[in-house]
């Protein structure tokens, strides 16, 4: 039952875990594959070794339906399809770069990289929420109602969350957001940022709505 998207689930924790986006048991990841099901992956395993058996089915409060105990934050997963409906994955993991973002309170809220706006809509930041608690999914909901727009979450000294169309979509704006801070410690490294003008970021707004 719902062997590709499990598939997809095995592919896409293999790239995050071969791309150095996640390391041992780090992460997880999820696909809604209907109204009232979830696919997520199982607690305490290696996303770059998962197998179908390491795939639990629940429904959308996290009560199991088939399978092995789901992950930990499992409510991060449900607070975002709450927040945006029209997601069917969700990706979390702990890139490098941007978990180090996570960690700082060097976050920008000013737009320089028109791919962020174009392919992330934005990014948004939490604050700080003990892992795997009730705080989570109550830090979640509160940064993605500021960020309507927005496809990719900072977690304050935790990680980094992408959700999309499909997990390949979830996966991409992951890769996005790790380019994207990397880009930027590049910057800060060689000693400036130039920021977009207001005439410049609505430039980029137009062409995006155009």
């Known amino acids: 039952m719902y062997e590709k998207q499990k598939k997809d689930i095995i592919d896409t924790g293999r790239a995050l875990y071969n791309r150095g986006m996640l390391v041992g048991t780090d992460g997880n990841m999820s696909i809604r594959v209907s ?44 607070a975002v399809y709450e927040s945006r409906p029209k997601s069917q994955a969700v990706v979390h993991a702990h890139p490098p770069a941007a978990t180090g973002w996570a960690m700082t309170k060097l976050l920008p809220d000013r737009m320089i990289l028109p791919e962020i706006t174009f392919n992330l809509g934005g990014i948004a ?38 959700w999309g169309q499909d997990i390949e979509a979830a996966f991409y704006r992951m890769e996005t957001l790790e380019m994207y801070v990397k880009a930027l410690a590049v910057s800060k490294l060689l000693g400036t940022q130039r920021y977009l003008t207001e005439e410049e970021e609505e430039k980029v707004n137009r062409l995006i709505h155009t």
């Open 35 to 78: 109204e009232d099901e979830l696919l997520i992956t199982a607690s305490g395993v290696c996303k770059g070794k998962l197998t179908e058996d390491l795939i639990c089915l629940t429904d959308m409060k996290g009560n199991i339906k088939e399978g092995p105990k789901p992950a930990r934050d499992i409510m991060m997963h449900l």
């Open 125 to 162: 930041v939490t604050d700080f929420a003990l892992p795997t608690t009730d705080e989570v999914p109550v830090a979640v909901r509160s940064a993605l109602a500021g960020k309507p727009s927005c496809g990719a979450l900072i977690l304050a000294n935790h990680g980094a969350t992408t």
